[in-house]
């Protein structure tokens, strides 16, 4: 028995399992109708339950542990640092968005993901910097003139 | 009656706002079929904002041109790179490339696009004559057979994830719970929202599959930093002309292969998730079994192109078949049309046809005519194929992530729906990462206001349990649900093991006393009698022959790849 990537996955979806369960007895009950507001859950909860002890004990048993091709949790987050980090870039983009809005808020996140994926030297600097100001702008264009959505203004730029 | 709704629906249809929308969504679909790392399901969402200021029959219009378009987008790449642009498309690559390779490119996607072009025609005729029959059937079903239906087609999808059964089964669940979270369906109380007031409207369907399927997907494209900065493509296809009088001479001439690859396209689309990236290759596989010349497959032969193609259109009509007739989405694309008809107040369900019969007809023409435009604008687009590939993937996926997020903004005006799609859209990264398969969770999602709206009718009606295995369509839909369970293990033992001898009789007998029980006549007492016998006859010739395994029955299909990971 060797604890591998699967082994934490069902702990993970064991923990998950535990939470929804306790949470379903904190529905209310409806005073009316044949079935409870907590019944559906349930009933899906049961077998996810059950299907995350089998994938436990059957990750637990196997015989042959998953090799961590990427070397650990280190290696794992090396293998998947863009992604990441493009996680993070649009993290801060819906944060900051009540400042930026979206038009300022949307070029500076195209802006920062493009100069990040694509590189930083000075030409590409301002190739990414066109590129952003243009797509986002006729973008916000679109959405804003052509189909009549208000997108979110920032405090920076009132509505911008 | 089917004649009026034709007329008025192509009254709906055919302005001059709603062609030239359909012709943006085939000339959008094809270029975002040929990209690689771009599915057709993917430009299919990223269309969908725009749709929301139409009218109903031109935003769904625009969607099946871009779903026609998409479907034979990828063979373009397939052909000229050799990389498929679309999961529907990897099989079209085995033949199609080595035949551009051998100099006649021009040849190929001639053969490719005028196979999209009869596969999506015939499939349009079955769907038009067929869905208003399943529909008829449709309207026999009681809350008990909905809520089966729903268990089959979420068994079935989890199933598809091949090795990973369990994983499957616990993707799907995971979007059953995700659909609870908020508020009940029944009776609007709040639950499974663990104190926070935005989550008391939950998640909104959308923004939670754009975020587990585009989102992630787009940052899938960018993981690979060396990728993420080369261009999509190299390929230099803009001397190339489609021979476009050969090519529909030579399908036209395989015509055998060509109806039995649409047959399975259609009879694949039907089966909930399984979606064009089984049946290309399905049909590749049974092209080349039935062939004289088995040995040609794989050295550039037409053969190898037209049963690809013409099922993966062929497929489209299908999914639109059990989507318009029953209500149940089969894939990410009618989800997302689903989605598209429930932002218009339209419920698809066994009326929908009958009560929205304009909308209804609408979607019938708009894949008829799409699958037409395909046919004329595959040469355009192909010169724009060029242009775009020379992009670098990290430019496209930045901005379309930007896109993504005005998109999900615009569905309703709420914030808190991009944080959905960032939050789905890291939930799907990290399930894709860890081996689980998107498409059950998205399905799980779709599907768990439904199941939970007819079990709550059904428990509004009797408490007993009974009906689920006593009412015909209920067994029936559970029995295939039980046989998907398994079908797995079958696949994998099919030829090494001797149960698996038994497995399809016995399917074919355990269906019959579903049918034995349902109404009318013929069914109960012409179609049961004979999967029984038919059943009783294969296990008897089994058993005549000594219970041997054929060595040649192995089950492996050509090249297939693994299809929890076509996430299409």
């Given at each position: ?160 | ?418 944080w959905t799609l960032f939050l789905f859209g890291v939930f799907g990264f990290v399930l894709k990462a860890l081996g689980f398969p998107i498409v059950p969770v998205i399905l799980g999602v779709v599907l768990g206001s439904i199941a939970e709206k007819n079990l709550s009718q059904a428990f509004a009606i009797t408490t007993d349990l009974a009906p689920f295995i006593t009412r015909p369509w209920s067994l029936f839909f559970l029995t295939l649900g039980a046989v998907s369970i398994f079908f797995p293990a079958y696949q994998k033992s099919r030829g090494k093991e001797k149960w698996t001898l038994a497995f399809i009789p016995v399917f074919v007998m355990a269906l019959s006393p579903s049918v034995f029980m349902m109404d009318g006549v013929i069914r109960p007492y012409a179609v049961a009698p004979i999967l029984l016998v038919l059943g009783g006859f294969m296990l008897w010739r089994r058993i005549s022959g000594g219970w041997v395994l054929d060595q040649d029955d192995t089950g492996a299909l050509v090249d297939a790849p693994d299809p929890s990971q076509l996430d299409e």
């Amino acid at each position: 028995m060797r604890i591998n990537r699967d082994v934490i996955v069902a702990i993970a979806l064991l923990i998950i399992c535990a939470l929804f369960i306790n949470a379903s007895f904190r529905i209310k009950e409806a005073t009316f109708g044949q079935m409870s507001s907590a019944l559906w859950p349930r009933i899906i909860l049961a077998p996810l339950t059950i299907l995350s002890f089998v994938y436990l004990v059957r990750s637990l048993l196997q015989s042959e542990p998953v090799r961590e091709k990427r070397g650990g949790l280190s290696g794992w987050i090396g293998y998947y640092k863009n992604p990441i980090v493009c996680f993070f870039l649009f993290f801060i983009f819906l944060i900051t968005m009540p400042y930026f809005g979206m038009l300022i808020g949307g070029i500076l996140f195209v802006f920062a993901m493009l100069t990040y994926l694509g590189g930083y030297r000075p030409r590409d600097i301002v190739v990414h910097g066109t590129i952003a100001v243009a797509a986002v702008g006729i973008m916000w264009s679109i959405f804003t003139f052509g189909l009549g959505v208000i997108l979110p203004s920032g405090e920076i730029i009132p509505y911008l | 009656m089917i004649i009026e709704n034709i007329i008025n629906a192509s009254v709906e249809l055919f302005t001059i706002s709603t062609v030239i929308l359909m012709a943006v969504g085939v000339v959008a679909g094809l270029i975002a079929g040929a990209i690689p790392g771009f599915t057709f399901a993917m430009a299919v969402v990223l269309v969908l904002p725009f749709t929301f200021s139409m009218t109903p029959v031109a935003g769904l219009a625009t969607m099946m041109g871009v779903y026609v378009g998409g479907l034979s987008g990828g063979l373009m790449s397939g052909i000229l790179t050799g990389i498929p642009g679309t999961p529907s498309s990897v099989a079209t690559t085995f033949d199609g490339f080595p035949m551009a390779r051998n100099g006649q490119p021009g040849l190929a996607l001639g053969l490719g696009v005028w196979s999209s072009f009869f596969g999506g025609i015939l499939s349009a005729i079955v769907l038009v004559l067929v869905a208003p029959q399943i529909a008829l059937i449709g309207l026999e079903f009681q809350p008990w057979d909905f809520f089966s239906l729903v268990i089959f087609a979420l068994t079935v999808t989890a199933s598809l994830a091949a090795d990973n059964l369990l994983k499957g089964l616990i993707s799907g669940l995971l979007g059953l719970l995700v659909a609870t979270i908020g508020t009940d369906v029944i009776f609007g109380l709040p639950r499974l929202n663990f104190g926070s007031e935005a989550l008391v409207q939950g998640f909104q369907f959308l923004p939670v599959l754009i975020g587990l399927f585009a989102f992630s997907q787009l940052l899938n494209d960018v993981r690979d930093p060396e990728m993420a900065r080369s261009k999509i493509s190299d390929g230099d296809a803009q001397s190339i002309k489609i021979e476009h009088r050969k090519a529909a001479i030579a399908v036209l001439k395989s015509w055998v292969n060509l109806l039995r690859s649409t047959i399975i396209g259609i009879f694949v689309g039907i089966l909930p998730a399984a979606g064009s990236s089984i049946s290309n290759i399905l049909a590749y596989d049974q092209a080349k079994k039935s062939s004289k010349t088995p040995e040609k497959f794989g050295t550039g032969f037409s053969d190898g192109i037209i049963a690809p193609e013409s099922a993966n259109n062929a497929t489209a009509g299908g999914t639109l078949i059990t989507m318009m007739a029953l209500g149940i989405p089969g894939d990410i694309v009618t989800a997302i049309m689903l989605g598209a008809l429930l932002i218009h107040d339209v419920v698809p369900s066994p009326s929908f046809i009958a009560d929205q019969p304009v909308i209804a007809y609408s979607i019938f023409i708009s894949f008829f005519v799409a699958t037409f435009m395909m046919l004329g604008l595959q040469s355009i687009t192909l010169k724009g194929f060029v242009r775009i590939t020379r992009l670098k993937m990290y430019i496209l996926a930045s901005i379309i992530l930007f896109y993504t997020a005005v998109g999900v903004f615009a569905l309703n005006n709420i914030e808190f729906d991009m944080w959905t799609l960032f939050l789905f859209g890291v939930f799907g990264f990290v399930l894709k990462a860890l081996g689980f398969p998107i498409v059950p969770v998205i399905l799980g999602v779709v599907l768990g206001s439904i199941a939970e709206k007819n079990l709550s009718q059904a428990f509004a009606i009797t408490t007993d349990l009974a009906p689920f295995i006593t009412r015909p369509w209920s067994l029936f839909f559970l029995t295939l649900g039980a046989v998907s369970i398994f079908f797995p293990a079958y696949q994998k033992s099919r030829g090494k093991e001797k149960w698996t001898l038994a497995f399809i009789p016995v399917f074919v007998m355990a269906l019959s006393p579903s049918v034995f029980m349902m109404d009318g006549v013929i069914r109960p007492y012409a179609v049961a009698p004979i999967l029984l016998v038919l059943g009783g006859f294969m296990l008897w010739r089994r058993i005549s022959g000594g219970w041997v395994l054929d060595q040649d029955d192995t089950g492996a299909l050509v090249d297939a790849p693994d299809p929890s990971q076509l996430d299409e």
